[in-house]
């Protein structure tokens, strides 16, 4: 779901399950870097990135093909006054989307300009900016959004929060 990018950069942490093969059939950008459980690889979208604009997602996430549309527009104005776009977002863990789960965001950050990024390999805050002109794009459509789906299942789950607490300790 990202064919409408002008350019695709994928950050692969070492992985196992064949993002390198299948990535490479969408971009010849795809850069190895080291495994980390600080951070996702923030310092190097930075150095790397070729355009503008920049939106940063994870393996685990997807964007509507209806709120691609609506975004459009957006970066094509040459006035645009923002150097955000916070996306209309939906986080699931465990197959749940929920108002009152931790880590629910009715917004991500998702979409910005090179210019104001500031990378951090800090765990969960690896995204900062030097510009507070945030567009929040309005909900329209409870389908059309962002989505994270984290956690397909118990054991994952606690592996994965095992491991960030040892990090965050």
């Known amino acids: 779901n990202l064919k409408w990018a002008k350019d695709i950069l ?23 870097i080291p495994f980390s459980d600080a951070g996702n690889g923030a310092d190097y979208a930075e150095k790397l990135a070729k355009e503008e604009w920049i939106f940063s997602i994870v393996g685990s996430g997807l964007i509507h093909p209806r709120l691609i549309e609506r975004i ?3 970066l094509e104005d040459g006035n645009f006054p923002y150097d955000i776009i916070a996306l209309p977002y939906k986080i699931f863990s465990l197959g749940i989307h929920s108002p009152y789960s931790p880590w629910y965001a009715s917004h991500k950050h998702s979409l910005f300009r090179k210019s104001v990024f500031i990378p951090s390999n800090e765990l969960h805050n690896e995204i900062s900016f030097s510009s507070n002109r945030i567009y929040y794009l309005p909900w329209e459509d409870d389908d059309a959004v962002q989505y994270h789906l984290t956690h397909k299942n ?16």
């Open 72 to 74: 459009r527009p957006l």
């Open 10 to 32: 994928v950050l692969d942490k070492g992985s196992t399950d064949r993002t390198q093969e299948l990535a490479l059939k969408y971009t010849p950008n795809v850069v190895t």
């Open 154 to 169: 118990l054991d994952e789950f606690f592996e994965k929060h095992i491991r960030y607490t040892k990090y965050e300790a």
